[in-house]
Nanobody
Framework: QVQLVESGGGLVQPGGSLRLSCAAS????????MGWYRQAPGKQRDLVAT???????NYAGSVKGRFTISRDNTKNTVSLQMDSLKPDDTAVYYC??????????WGQGTQVSVSS
């Protein structure tokens, strides 16, 4: 069993920054990809950014150049630095972890609200 615990959400004004963090715990945990997804009210959950164990990143077009994903394999953590935030970034952000055996896990979600 893998548990993902997110932190760092909140309310920020347009143009501001937030940093999300996610810590994974579990026995003999070796994670292939970690990432962030988001879901706005009435919409589907969409990819924000992912990062492989070797550090290869992938970003949604809408956040490229504004968000930066990073991870620490020794601590099984992944972070998302979000800069130049826009109201359209408002959503619940979910941490995701995919193991090498194909199983995947989700965090409980953290709210990010961008509003003046």
């Amino acid at each position: 069993q893998v548990q993902l615990v997110e932190s760092g959400g909140g309310l920020v004004q347009p143009g501001g920054s937030l940093r999300l963090s996610c810590a994974a715990s579990g026995r003999r945990l070796v994670i292939y990809t970690m990432g962030w997804y988001r879901q706005a009210p009435g919409k589907q959950r969409d990819l924000v950014a992912t990062i492989t164990r070797s550090g290869t990143t992938n970003y949604a077009g809408s956040v490229k150049g504004r968000f930066t994903i990073s991870r620490d394999n020794t601590k099984n953590t992944v972070s998302l630095q979000m800069d130049s935030l826009k109201p359209d970034d408002t959503a619940v952000y979910y941490c995701n972890a995919n193991l090498y055996d194909g199983t995947h896990y989700w965090g409980q979600g953290t709210q990010v609200s961008v509003s003046s």
